[in-house]
Structures are given as structure tokens and as C-alpha cells.
């Protein structure tokens, strides 16, 4: 079983829709949450940092960590054709610098 | 501009080659990265450094090498031993919890 588990997708979703992405992770020892956003063949780049458990929003974009249920969300409003791209979730355990990263959801807004 | 810059974009290997990958950060960094990004498996660490001559292996290392004489300077060696070497190749720098990310090297085998 991997540490972090994501859908790959696609996830087709017309314009202005919610979007809903997820990841579920096994080790309870995770305590920093990230998404990342990766356009194709381009470098991840950083959307979204959370620490331990509750909710950060920054703009359209909302962060939720369910460490209970070891499970985290990126909910994406409005969402517009250039959202779409391919989202990775990432999570670190304290004192720890390596990343362990899911295999990425691809989503595709559509006009 | 600060960031980090990965050379080159594409890169072709021949069979038997040894091949060199670039990436330079003036970010002021400490800790940088080499991961290995292919389709379905997300991405992979191949070698880590936090500081200046020292590193450290990844889940992968097996086939590559690389050194660390510059804070700013970590490139990523593909060695022949390397037998499936197709892949994204991303590196990274950071600065406390986060990580940021070159633009990658696309390597393909000839």
C-alpha cells in the first residue's frame, strides 16, 4: 500500500464548477499538508501549505486537513480553463525534510 | 530573478552514456533535491543535500550520482548503470517546510 494515495483522474469538470480534490495517506506522523500545482511539463509549483489539521483559504482555493480520518482536500470555486493541470498533494512528517508526494490528479475545466 | 534553473530542457542519452543534468539556485537556499517524475507514479527522491558537500540517498539513487561543492550548484549524473532513464527529471531547493521546483529536464534514450 503507498504512503499517499490520490485518483489520478482526469477529472472533467465545466467551467465555473467546485472542484473537489483529495488524497488519503496512511502514516499518522504526517503533519505538513501541501498541494501543488503542475502545468505539463513544467515544474509543481506551490498553491496551498497547511500545518497538522483545520482549514486554510487562499482566494478560490480552500485547504482542509481531516487528520482523524487522514484524509485532505483542495477545493477549488469558480473554477476557470486555466486551473486546468495536473494537482499533487505532498506531506511531510516533523523534523523530517523529505516530501512524500501522490501521484497527481489531472483535471480538466472545460469552457 | 530568483529561482531555480534547470539545463537543459531536453537532454538525449546513448546507450552506455553517462549524462549530466544542471541545476542552479540563487535563492539562498541550503537543502536542495533530485526527483524523478513518471507518468502514474508521481514524483520520486533520487538524492538530497541540506548543505554543502553532503548528500544524502533518496528511494532511487541506484544509477545516479551527484555532488554538492556550491551552495548554489547540484547537479544530477545518470550513469550507465541507469538502465531505464526515460523520465521528468524536477529539482528542487528549500528554505524551511517548502519546496521549490525548476522547470525540469526531459531525458529520452536514443
Redesign the interface.
Given at each position: 500500500q503507498k504512503e499517499v494515495e490520490q485518483d489520478p483522474g482526469p477529472l472533467s469538470v465545466p467551467e465555473g464548477a467546485i472542484v473537489s480534490l483529495n488524497c488519503t495517506y496512511s502514516n499518522s506522523a504526517f503533519q505538513y499538508f501541501m498541494w501543488y500545482r503542475q502545468y505539463s511539463r513544467k515544474g509543481p509549483e506551490l498553491l496551498m501549505y497547511t500545518y497538522s489539521s483545520g482549514n486554510k483559504e487562499d482566494g478560490r482555493f480552500t485547504a482542509q486537513v481531516d487528520k482523524s480520518s487522514k484524509y485532505i482536500s483542495l477545493f477549488i470555486r469558480d473554477s476557470q480553463p486555466s486551473d486546468s493541470a495536473t494537482y499533487l498533494c505532498a506531506m511531510r512528517r516533523t523534523g523530517f525534510q523529505k516530501l512524500v508526494f501522490g501521484t497527481g490528479t489531472r483535471l480538466l475545466v472545460s469552457p | 530573478d530568483g529561482g531555480?534553473t534547470?539545463s537543459p530542457k531536453y537532454l538525449f542519452r546513448k546507450e552506455g552514456q553517462n549524462v549530466t543534468l544542471s541545476c542552479e539556485q540563487n535563492l539562498n537556499h541550503d537543502?536542495m533535491y533530485w526527483y524523478r517524475q513518471d507518468p502514474?507514479?508521481?514524483?520520486r527522491?533520487i538524492y538530497?543535500s541540506?548543505i554543502v558537500n553532503d548528500f544524502q540517498k533518496?528511494d532511487i539513487a541506484e544509477g545516479y550520482s551527484v555532488s554538492r561543492e556550491k551552495k548554489e550548484s547540484f547537479p544530477l549524473t545518470v550513469t550507465s548503470a541507469q538502465k531505464n532513464p526515460t523520465a521528468?527529471y524536477?529539482c528542487a531547493s528549500?528554505r524551511e517546510?517548502?519546496?521549490?521546483?525548476?522547470?525540469?529536464t526531459?531525458l529520452s534514450v536514443l
Open positions: - | 531555480i534547470q537543502a502514474g507514479q508521481g514524483l527522491l538530497y541540506q533518496g521528468f524536477l528549500s517546510d517548502i519546496q521549490y521546483f525548476g522547470a525540469g526531459r
